[in-house]
């Protein structure tokens, strides 16, 4: 993700932010790590209106997030794979996140998460994030998964592999 030319000091002020618009999903977002050199752990500054999500519910099978509120308020919605009932249905709890609250999202399927902003305010929160690649993002309410190698996460542009593929679709390894 570094250039190598990279200042290591960087003021989010002077980026524009990305803008995402995909009806409940929409969220402006700024990716402050890479472009201060950063290469091992990213970080991007969000922020996202009262009733807005950003990223559909999901879990990385080889990256580790975590988010940090700077101002607003969210919900964070957590599907646990140990919370599941007796039909074999996963639990998704809520948890109200506040200024000053920070959540750690391991990798795997006892992770998957999504943010929804409440209350009247703007939230402003940072998710910082592994930066390895490749990686698996698995998305739990489609039964799909993101595919992508050549870019760690928030790298597009050098990206050789970046699909998404549906979970029930299946091949066999050896042709017959």
Do not use: C
């Not at 960087?10 to 995909?22: P, Q, R």
């Not at 402006?28 to 969000?46: M, N, P, V």
């Not at 309410?141 to 542009?157: C, I, K, Q, S, V």
């Amino acid at each position: 993700m570094s250039d190598g030319d990279s200042d290591p000091v960087v003021s989010a002020a002077d980026f524009d932010w990305d803008e995402y618009d995909h009806g409940e999903r929409e969220f402006r977002r700024k990716r402050l790590g890479g472009a201060a050199g950063g290469e091992d752990l990213g970080t991007s500054l969000y922020e996202l209106e009262p009733g807005k999500r950003t990223w559909p519910r999901h879990y990385h099978a080889g990256n580790e997030e975590a988010i940090y509120i700077l101002g607003g308020e969210l919900t964070l919605y957590l599907e646990r794979g140990a919370d599941s009932d007796e039909e074999g249905e996963r639990a998704v709890t809520e948890h109200a996140l506040e200024p000053g609250d920070y959540a750690a999202l391991p990798s795997g399927p006892d992770h998957a998460h999504e943010v929804e902003a409440r209350g009247d305010d703007t939230a402003r929160f940072l998710v910082i994030s592994t930066m390895n690649e490749p990686d698996l993002s698995v998305l739990v309410e489609r039964d799909a998964a993101m595919l992508f190698a050549g870019g760690a996460p928030g790298n597009y542009d050098d990206r050789y592999i970046s699909q998404t593929v549906d979970l029930d679709a299946e091949v066999e390894y050896w042709e017959e």
